[in-house]
């Protein structure tokens, strides 16, 4: 049978520091319903997250959360820094001096499969510059290092103003990011996951 990710439990995983990338599998059938982006979005202190990437390990965490705007703090894809999270009518934004002097769109409010936007170049592709997305899949299945497997994934392509250099977001209901995928294989995927103890408060 095959086993599912619970958030309601700290996910623990063997590190996989010699593992090759791999093909980035395709998306899985996508069900016409909208998917609203504050679902995929955490809003607990202490939330924490630890990637296994071909470059080592990677953590993205969420220091605190006051006035419904999260201070989190990442080391991931060689980059390091911090940022502010905040939800505004659905709409998950994120402001990072590594991606953006402004708050650029995570996800917006409503999706479905086709839907576009356009923000600036996520952390994983080096920040600066504008970039498309496009939800490709709204029920992806990831795989993580162990075989556990994440359902009910958005996929969220991601590609350079010219079309070049695409990379692949998928994100789990109230987990967040659980993988990126770039075009020679996994960039990181989800090891660890801890859901946070604190809500609204300092």
Known sequence: MRRCLLITFVLCLPALAEEPPEARPPPSPTSEAARLGAEYFVQKAGAAWVYQGVKGKGRVSINTFVDW???????????????TWRVKEGVWLERTG??????????????????????????????????????????????????????????V?????????????????NM???AVAAPDGWLYRLVEFHSGSRGHQE
Request: charged share 20%; proline share 3%.
């Open 69 to 83: 705007r999260a201070h989190f703090s990442y080391a991931v894809a060689g980059k390091s820094g911090s940022g």
């Open 98 to 155: 590594g991606r953006s002097e402004h708050e650029a769109v995570v996800l917006p409010a409503k999706m479905t499969r086709g839907t576009r936007w356009t923000a600036a170049a996520s952390i994983e592709r080096g920040g600066g510059g504008q970039a498309q997305y496009e939800v490709v899949a709204l029920e992806a299945v990831v795989e993580l290092p162990n075989h556990l497997t994440v359902e009910h994934c958005l996929a």
């Open 157 to 173: 392509l991601e590609t350079a103003a010219d079309g070049s250099d695409a990379h692949t977001h998928y994100f789990a209901p």
């Open 176 to 178: 967040g990011k659980v």
